[in-house]
């Protein structure tokens, strides 16, 4: 594999400064909050540096990975990581697999004093043998025979996590996959045969949910009709984020966001504790990041000549919008709580990490266009 630049000072030249300041904020963000309710809970202080730890590690991974050439890695890895993608997730499902509830989604690592969520790594090894997939097919995208490979494939990855019984993290997947042939011109019929399908199909798969999964939905969408368990979590959030007012109540002084039950406040539900301590101009200016970030990568995407490389922008931008909506929503009591992290700002290690591997993607991209300025590639 071929690394794209010999001197330090060349390397971080391939580092754009649009991508490195949107996470820089939303890292220093992530720590500021953590740093703000570190009393809260047990342990607050040590997730502070724990999750500085990831932020670094993941820093120095971007960096590697965007000196990488891209196209080079994809070619040569293309099996090794389809291969590691498999063996990571069906791993969960075996006695080294552990979970909450009825969802098993990390990996125990014996001597360890952590776990590993697999699905947040597979993320990028399955965008980059995707995509690669993508670009091997892509004169041919919309003929049955191609789209058969592409469906079994990605339904490999996807019925795992499945099994897993993680749905969150499947929808995720299923964002990807979308934007990703989109982004490769699968024809919009094909997109129009499946959501026509999917609503058909529903009444159908009702009844074969588990009455938890049901309760997900339903609460998920009213959470006033379960206010005291499954509402709980978002409506306590919700009202912390509006405690919180245009100015927010600070680090020190907000104190609303502790009524969310403690599991998971500092993850999955960190929006909230946020909103109160920064308020509206801080939820506006966080907001305001992700979008600059998303629109970032999707101008890379467009303007990048090899299609490889739009391909794997896509997948990462696709990360970025489902799990952002999707966590910003749950926060709100607008949508199911489904478990989603909040890139670059949750607390945890596997979502931080895998956050800046994907990121050193799109700087790896970015660093190789102009390699390809005159024309773009053809299909």
Known sequence: MKITAYSIKEKFRKLDPVLLLCTTVLSTFSLLTLWGCREATAGGVKRVFVQLAAILLGMMCTFIIANLDYESVANKLFWGFFAVSVLLLVLVLTPLGTGEGTNKSYIVIPFLPFNIQPSEFVKVTFIVTFAKHLDLVKARINHPKSLLGLGLHAGLIVGLILLEKDLGVALVYMAIIALMLFGAGLSLWYFLAVIVAAVL???YLWPLME???????LYGFRPELDPLDKGWQPLQSRAAIASGGVWGKGLEEASAYKTISTKGSYNDFIFGIFG??????????????????????????????????????????AVLFAQTVENLGMCLAMLPVVGITLPFMSYGGSSMLASYMLLGIVHSVNAQRNKYYFE???G
């Open 201 to 203: 199909a529903f009444p």
């Open 211 to 217: 009455p938890y999964q049901q309760e997900r939905i």
């Open 276 to 317: 109160e301590m920064f308020g509206f101009i801080g939820c506006a200016v966080l907001i305001l990041t992700y979008l600059v970030l998303i629109w970032r990568i999707v101008h890379i995407a467009r303007t990048t000549r090899k299609d490889l490389g739009g391909y794997l922008c896509f997948g990462v931008a």
């Open 376 to 378: 773009r590639e053809s």
